[in-house]
Nanobody, 123 residues
């Protein structure tokens, strides 16, 4: 069982940066692929970024590529999402997710989810 707790969301202006954090419980954090998804009001949850457990490879949605960086600190059971040059369309609840799969970007591939943290970007 893995429990995930996100933090770092907030209200920012367009062009600002935010760093989201997700702390995971459990001793096997280093063996889980971790990801960030987001859900804007009235829209479906969508993939943002993922980092695999084995070789640390990363994947990004086209909408955030070049602006966001996902990283992990296995010693602290934490995954981060650094978001730069934020846009109003980045406004959403951001969810941390975990899976034992080696590489995954689909919602149904993730077994564990956090409660989410709100990111609001004003224009």
């Amino acid at each position: 069982q893995v429990q995930l707790v996100e933090s770092g969301g907030g209200l920012v202006q367009a062009g600002d940066s935010l760093r989201l954090s997700c702390v995971a419980s459990g001793r096997t954090f280093s063996t889980y692929t971790m990801a960030w998804f987001r859900q804007a009001p009235g829209k479906e949850r969508e993939f943002v970024a993922a980092i695999s457990w084995n070789v640390g490879s990363t994947d990004y949605a086209d909408s955030v590529k070049g602006r966001c960086t996902i990283s992990r600190d296995n010693a602290k059971n934490t995954v981060f999402l650094q978001m730069n040059s934020l846009k109003p369309e980045d406004t959403a609840v951001y969810y941390c997710a975990a899976t034992a799969r080696g590489r995954a970007s689909m919602i149904h591939q993730y077994n564990y989810w956090g409660q989410g943290t709100q990111v609001t970007v004003s224009s």
